[in-house]
Structure formats: C-alpha cells, structure tokens
C-alpha cells in the first residue's frame, strides 16, 4: 500500500548534485520525489561555505550545469555568484517545493519485503523505491583533537560554519590549516586583523590564478545557449590535457606545472627563510593545487606570522594556544580550515543493504563503488560523488552530470525490464574497483609522496578518478545490464 511518505525517488541533498537529479528525474516525467536537506536553506556547498574570500577553482562557464547558462561576472566567480546562481536554479525549475528543510538523515535501511528503502529521519519517516545520495564529499567537517581545546575560552568556528556575527577587525587571529579554503580566508582578512597566525602542516604548491572580470556584452553573450555550449566545451578541452602530466608524465609535470609554481613564489616571497618554509617536498599535484594570486602577498604581511610544523600546536590554553617552541599566543578567534571526512564515513549516516548488509562494514578497508556509484548488496541506491569519482583537474560537476547517466540508465532498465529493483553484480564492481587502484598506481595523487585527503586510511587514493574525465563519462553513458542483476517484488 502506497502511503503518503512513500516515492518513487528521494534526493539526499540540494547542491549541485541534488539538483542535477532533480532536473534529470523532471526530464523523464518523474515527479513522485522529495528531496531531503539538513540545513534551513537549499543549495549546498556554495551557500554553507561563505567565508572571507571563498571563490571556485575552476572557471565558472564550466563549473556549472550543462543545461543552465549563466551571465558570470568574472571567470572564476566568488561565492554570492556561484549562490545566486544555485538559487536561480532552483527558482527556475520550481524545486523549492520537492524539499524537505531542517531534515537529516539518520538511517538508510532495505526492506525486502517491500522492496524499497527506509528513510529515517529527525522529522519523519519515509519510504523510497530509490535513493540518489548526493549530499557530498565535503559536507562533513573535521576539527582534530588538539590537547586542551575545550579550555579555550574565545571565539571558534570551522571555515564550513563561518559565524559573521562575529566581527574579527583589529582581532588576534589564529587559523589552523593552509589548504585551499585557508588560503582564501588568509587572504580576504590578513588586512583587516590585528594579527594573523597561520598553522600550516605541510606546504601546498600554489599556481597564479588567469581570473578576469567579463564585459557587460560578453555576459549577454553568456546567457546564449550555443554560445555557453562552445566556450564550455573551449575550457574543458583547454584543461583535460593535464591528465597527462597528474598521471603520465612526471616530467611534464616538473617541466611545465612545477615550474610555474616555483616562479610564481619567487616572484611574490623575496625572504628566503619564508620561501623555504613554503616550498613543498613533494611532487605537484599530489596535494590539492591552490590557484591565487593574493596569498603570498599576504602572508608577507608584517602582522602576519607563518607556524609550519617545526612550530606548531602543542596545545591550547584559555586565552589561545601554545605553540610547540613554547610561545603562548593570545587570541581572540580560532579558525578551524582543516578538512571534512572525504574518504572514510563521508556518508554521516547509516546504510543498512540487502541481508542486513551494513555499507560502514563493506567499506571498512576502503570506500569503493561500480563508477563511484553503488555497491552490491545495496540495490536502487546511488551515490553522488561517490569513492574515486573526485576530479583534480577539471569541473566536479562534469562528473556528476556523467554520473547521472549511468543513474538514468539503471532507473530506465528497471522500468523497461517491469523489475523492482537493480544492483551491481560483486564481480562488475571487484573488477571496476581492480581496475581503478591498478591505474591509480600511475598517478602522482598514489606516488607524488604526500600523504592527503585524497586517501583513506587503508593509504588506497578513494578520493579521485584516476584519468581523463571524458573517459569516466563513456563508461557511466554505457550503461551495461550484464553489470546489474535485476529482481522481481512487489513494490511497496
């Protein structure tokens, strides 16, 4: 019996991933979904993360949905743009109305009897035939377990939930990580504080940023679909060459890439105990590469003090922290930049499968999925963004829209084949999961010599798909049956 919670598809999440569902399932004439958000707003990523100074990496006519041409401002747009266009999205395409705010998951649990997921929530429960996880890798943030933190007695707060009530000007400052949202923040406040000490672990390799503001006639031009289309397809192409150097050539990357890098800090960083502590010992690449232009700049800034990991936190005290040359520092703000749960428990809930399969026990090794996408034992649920389908290289959404091709494809087959319910076959998936580790071995995220959150603990790359995205792409269009095993049920 269909009761009033049940759908034929529920959406985890409201970012780009949520949304690019959305649109593919109103395309197909589904319209029995909801999609479940944890916040009281919608949009995702770029509408949590509005810290000083936050911008997107990748040009924004590629960074954004195939379908949805934008009049970008700038080439890489900051974050009030890449949030106004999430919401004209979503006002486009009436989607306010699918979701549920104020909402978070708890539980994912198969029922075989009905054949459908159980859907747990803080509000509610629900019933789905399917379920299209997508509320993203960096959703999750993490704070380390520094000695003492909860003795400090002044101001915290993660770069994720950036607290604007709070006005840092003429403040002591402190932030602790240097990693690409860091970087950001470094640079949007290291004028503005009275002091501004910076807790960098590792160096990270930083290349100058092409940026441009657009003239009111080329956004006009923006806003022309066959226009949009043709540029989009200029950057992408323009971009996907570097797959050569991150996986192929490691001459190519020191020749071209590294050596760019190292210009671009001697140019900017004259003292050579500063350049020191801010040249990387390991090959470009293997840690996220941070695009900008202002953070040398700022970091050479009188009030601004650099603790790289021959100073670094011993511990905390009421009125700050204490440095590991024994410095107490005084502060009045902390800031956490130090990363999310990309690998290992990205998820955030539990996910109970077929025969009481539990995902955090089939992933206790390492997070793997057939094209990052689902798991055997876990019939009609889809992941997002899932393991090994990062890109380091190109846009994250071309990804996930290639994702959605496979997700349609097997939505397609089941209502083609009359079934009741899809998963992968343990072969399909071993074999894809072989295949990705084998070639991971080739590139500089497996062998650049860093350690990164593109790894999980087992030390395997999860994060990133190790080749040319195109490539990704024909393997989720090529949607193959003899991967899946369907069944038969009385849907609920």
């Not at 989009?232 to 971009?239: E, N, T, V």
């Not at 349609?408 to 079934?419: D, T, V």
């Amino acid at each position: 019996m269909v009761t009033k919670q049940h759908y034929d598809v529920i959406i985890i999440g409201t970012g780009f991933g949520g949304q690019s569902a959305a649109l593919r399932l109103k395309k197909r004439g589904i319209d029995n979904f909801i999609m479940l958000e944890r916040r009281d707003f919608m949009g995702g990523t770029w509408c949590q993360n509005s810290y000083p100074g936050a911008q997107v990496d990748v040009q924004s006519p590629l960074y954004s949905l195939a379908s949805e041409p934008y009049p970008w401002s700038q080439m890489f747009a900051e974050q009030p743009e890449l949030e106004a266009y999430t919401h004209h999205v979503l006002s486009k395409h009436q989607l306010a109305n699918k979701v549920r705010l104020r909402c978070t998951v708890t539980e994912l649990r198969w029922l075989p009897d009905r054949v459908c997921w159980q859907i747990t929530t803080n509000q509610e429960t629900f019933f789905a035939h399917s379920v299209i996880s997508a509320q993203g890798p960096l959703s999750n943030p993490i704070i380390p377990d520094f000695p003492a933190r909860e003795q400090y007695q002044g101001k915290s707060f993660h770069t994720n939930h950036w607290d604007h009530s709070f006005d840092y000007t003429n403040k002591r400052v402190a932030i602790i990580g240097s990693g690409a949202s860091a970087a950001q923040v470094i640079a949007a406040i290291a004028d503005k504080v009275a002091e501004l000490h910076v807790f960098q672990r590792t160096p990270h390799w930083v290349m100058p940023r092409p940026d441009r503001k657009f003239a009111p006639w080329f956004q006009r031009l923006l806003g022309n679909s066959f226009f949009y289309q043709l540029l989009r397809k200029s950057i992408y192409w323009a971009l996907e060459w570097r797959v050569l150097a991150f996986k192929y050539s490691k001459t190519l990357m020191k020749l071209i890439a590294e050596r760019q890098a190292k210009k671009h800090l001697r140019s900017q960083i004259s003292d050579p105990e500063l350049r020191r502590k801010l040249t990387p010992d390991y090959m470009i690449g293997c840690k996220r590469i941070i695009v900008s232009n202002t953070l040398y700049p700022a970091l050479v800034r009188d009030n601004v003090s650099l603790h790289d990991k021959d100073d670094g936190i011993a511990g905390f005290t009421e009125q700050g922290i204490r440095t590991t040359q024994g410095a107490e520092l005084n502060l009045d703000l902390v800031i956490y930049s130090t990363g999310f749960k990309a690998t290992d428990g990205a998820l955030g809930f539990n996910v109970i499968g077929r025969d009481e399969r539990r995902l955090d026990e089939v992933w206790e090794d390492y997070p793997r999925a057939y094209l990052g996408t689902t798991m055997p034992g876990f019939p009609n649920l889809f992941l997002v963004t899932g393991p090994n389908t990062g890109i380091g290289h190109t846009s994250a959404i071309f990804v996930i829209e290639s994702q959605m091709y496979y997700i349609m494809g097997a939505l397609e087959e089941l209502r083609r084949r009359n079934k009741a319910s899809i998963e992968v076959t343990a072969e399909a998936e071993q074999a894809y999961t072989d295949m990705i580790h084998q070639e991971m071995a080739k590139t500089v995220w497996q062998s650049g010599g860093c350690e990164s959150w593109y790894k999980s603990k087992s030390g395997k790359v999860t994060a990133m798909f190790p080749g040319f995205s195109f490539v990704y792409r024909l393997l989720a269009q090529r949607f193959k049956p003899a991967h899946h095993r369907f069944s038969d049920g009385e849907q609920a």
